[in-house]
């Protein structure tokens, strides 16, 4: 889900309804701003808090930009790459998940994170706390999967 902010109210609009507008947005090189939803990549952006801005894709990604795709199943996602592979191939995860998702196609790619707004104050994404942000996710997504490694077998246990 994603909203759309004007005058300090946001309301709630499905993404389903508003991929006409991004794409044509998108693809006439112009930018689109929405409130956030959901809790993937907290807390680099934040649930119904952050704004998020997406702009044109260029030809080639790197690691650790923030692209917005569509699943096979029709799903629309915002996450960060962690790896690119030959072919535009890309493995991508939420920066507050532990699984990985493998093999996204440049094709599912609709547009770029280029700007994220936290009370009303640009976040630079290229700084340093930044980067050391990037820097601290390899550890952060290991200690999300051992966590609920661990809540599976907890239940499990409890379940019997």
């Given at each position: 889900?994603?909203?759309?902010?004007?005058?300090?109210?946001?309301?709630?609009?499905?993404?389903?309804?508003?991929?006409?507008?991004?794409?044509?947005?998108?693809?006439?090189?112009?930018?689109?701003?929405?409130?956030?939803?959901?809790?993937?990549?907290?807390?680099?952006?934040?649930?119904?808090?952050?704004?998020?801005?997406?702009?044109?894709?260029?030809?080639?990604?790197?690691?650790?930009?923030?692209?917005?795709?569509?699943?096979?199943?029709?799903?629309?996602?915002?996450?960060?790459?962690?790896?690119?592979?030959?072919?535009?191939?890309?493995?991508?995860?939420?920066?507050?998940?532990?699984?990985?998702?493998?093999?996204?196609?440049s094709?599912?790619?609709?547009?770029?994170?280029v700007?994220?707004?936290r009370?009303?104050?640009?976040?630079?994404?290229?700084?340093?706390?930044?980067?050391?942000?990037?820097?601290?996710?390899?550890?952060?997504?290991?200690?999300?999967?051992?966590?609920?490694?661990?809540?599976?077998?907890?239940?499990?246990?409890?379940?019997?």
């Amino acid at each position: 889900m994603g909203e759309i902010k004007g005058n300090m109210n946001c309301k709630k609009v499905s993404f389903e309804n508003l991929y006409p507008i991004i794409e044509r947005t998108i693809q006439a090189g112009n930018e689109f701003s929405f409130c956030a939803f959901g809790s993937s990549m907290l807390p680099f952006i934040r649930n119904g808090k952050d704004l998020v801005t997406l702009g044109p894709v260029s030809d080639e990604f790197k690691k650790n930009d923030v692209i917005f795709y569509r699943r096979a199943n029709g799903q629309f996602v915002l996450h960060r790459i962690v790896a690119a592979h030959e072919h535009g191939v890309y493995d991508l995860c939420g920066d507050n998940q532990g699984y990985v998702e493998k093999g996204i196609s440049s094709r599912q790619i609709i547009a770029k994170l280029v700007r994220l707004e936290r009370n009303e104050k640009e976040i630079n994404l290229n700084s340093f706390p930044a980067k050391l942000w990037y820097l601290w996710l390899p550890a952060h997504r290991f200690l999300i999967h051992v966590k609920c490694a661990l809540r599976r077998r907890i239940f499990k246990i409890i379940k019997k």
